[in-house]
């Protein structure tokens, strides 16, 4: 049963039905064992935040900043937040000292919580220049607090301003007080272009997003759910929090670099992720077979055939498979893919959310052939994550992002635009009445800037409109298209696609180094760095067959023709990557002007 009250009081009225049950299993900072606390624990933390904030002054409908990976910590902060009916901002853990600097500047930030030592040293550097910040309370007790730093406290002392709740009588009026207007998060999103832009999300849109997806997101109070993506990106928050209405415990994952490890010693049931994961899943998985006798490799690619024809040919198009098929696939099930899901931590699988960016067919079919059940979606920050999705156990299209989310309308505009109105749609960005107004038609729909289009019931997207390119030959070229097909290749880490006002499409291709250096050494291909490797023509021959196979369905004016392999991987810092690790492309056209100059030349 949700409990989907006002998010002031949800993890104390949770705590009231659970009790001293599991509510967060974590590590600390520093990694090492696996903990855990109980609901009743977590929901008197709680108060113990909402106290040492009154305790600090903070007003209602005030920004507060955390600026953090995942951790208890930032779970407490932003539900002791809530309860004295403060706003919270989520800064990405890897945002650079500008983004703080404008982000704090910009909401008036007064109160910054902090995750580690790196947050910890780019919020003090930006100290001086942030008129209105007073004080940085720092999560991990290990981290080194300048002697010269007379603002910076521990969490664990911060925490002491709230003992034996002084303030609890202010704190539960406030929460009497608490209105479904109240702005719950104002999320900045560094946007593709740099242009940073807070969206303002109510605690009203949590609560419609919440009773919808309920209704369509099977998460139960059973389920082991594993945080992998930041807190701060709304489809992480989003779900997070859907899963604690439900009563989930969830399994806190604070480096997302160690997921697949934390997977393997936390059993999750379910975990929402971007489709990159299960790109990475399924290459790890074809390597390993790629790399297995001809019996296994045959053994593999049988069961594989079989899962598909069993779960895509027949479940997805909500038919009953054949007897025969059927006791062949449950066969196959209990042996074969039962070990893959054994190595990925997911023998108790229940169904996996995925959403952010375009899913490959390919890898959507192979993760559902191994019978786990990816739920694709499709959303922004602006209708707080979720308009549409699979729904489990219905018929669902693959190359679809699903039917839409009640509540939600949907329209397509005469340029394919797909705009929305509904409850859970944003009011608009913070401070930003041009851009807001900017962001909707006169008729009140919200304009998303992709394109797409209904058939079935099912939500079908076509591109990115800002990021569709014309060549000069007066074709359009849907980039990201063409980069979620070649992704797949366990070559490939990163691609970004040239084609605007270019004769042919094009790429810049960051390899993934480790395989291609093991390629060369087995093929005695000579390299003395990675400059040297990723110019060789046999390293680029053996690329080009491989790119040639996975854009053969492509149209002519479509495929990659030439591309240039690069030695080193795409920086946040030089500003090629936002912090979700979306590219950038006019940075990238600036910063590798000479490079694709040069595939051009004639």
Known sequence: MQT???????VHEQAKKY?????????????????????????????????????????????????????????ECDFGAWGVRAVTIPFYATSSEQQIQFIVNDA??????????????????VFSLCPTLERIIVYDPTVHISTHDPNAIFFSDFLKLGENLPRQTEVEQLQAEASFDDIANILYTSGTTGDSKGVILTHGQFHAAFEANNKCVPVNDQDR???????????????????????????VNTHPQEVQQSMRETHPTCMSAVPRFWEKVYMGVMD???????????????????GKRHNIEYLSLGKKPPLPLHLEYEMLNRTVFSLVRKELGLENAHFFPT?????????????????????VGYGLTESLATVSCDHLGEPY????????????????????????????????????????????????????????????????????????????????????????????????????????????VSALIVPVYPLLEEYARDHRIPFADREELCANPQIIEMLKERIDTLQQQLAHYEQVKRFT??????????????????IRRRVLNENYKAQIDKMYEE
């Not at 008036?108 to 550097?125: I, P, T």
């Not at 949907?410 to 608009?428: C, D, F, H």
Request: aromatic share 10%; with cysteine; charged share 20%.
């Open 565 to 582: 392999l690069l030695p080193h991987h795409l920086s946040m810092e030089k500003g090629e990557l936002t912090n979700t690790l979306k």
């Open 4 to 10: 989907n009250c006002h998010m002031s009081v949800l």
């Open 108 to 125: 008036k930030v007064r109160y910054l919580f902090v995750g580690e030592q790196e947050q910890y040293d780019k919020a003090r550097r």
């Open 355 to 375: 959403a952010g960016a375009a899913v490959s067919s390919h890898v959507e079919e192979f993760v559902h052939s191994i019978g786990l059940n990816m739920i």
């Open 397 to 504: 299209t693959v190359g679809s992002v699903g039917q839409p989310i009640d509540g939600i309308d949907i329209k397509i505009s005469e340029e394919g635009e797909i705009l929305l109105k509904g409850p859970t749609i944003t009011v608009g960005y913070y401070n930003r009445e041009d851009l807001t107004k900017q962001s909707f038609t006169a008729d009140g729909y919200f304009r998303t800037g992709d394109a797409g289009y209904m058939k079935d019931g099912e939500l079908f997207l076509t591109e990115r409109i800002k990021d569709l390119f014309k060549t000069s030959n007066g074709k359009y070229i849907a980039p990201q298209m063409i980069e979620s097909k070649l992704l797949v290749d366990k070559y490939i880490d990163q691609i970004c696609v040239i084609a605007d006002q270019r004769k042919f």
């Open 288 to 306: 390993k077979i790629e790399h297995s006798s001809a019996v296994q490799r045959k053994l593999f690619m049988h069961a594989l055939s079989v």
């Open 19 to 75: 009790g001293d049950r599991e509510m967060l299993i974590y590590q600390d900072f520093s990694g090492g064992a696996w903990k855990s606390l109980s609901w009743n624990q977590v929901s008197q933390t709680v108060k113990q935040v909402s106290n040492a904030l009154l305790n600090l002054g903070v007003k209602p409908q005030e920004n507060i900043g955390i600026f953090s990976q995942n951790s208890v910590q930032y779970v």
């Open 225 to 251: 759910v594993m945080n992998f993506l930041p807190y701060t990106h709304i489809f992480e928050r989003g779900w997070a929090i859907l899963a604690l209405t439900k009563g989930a415990t969830m399994i």
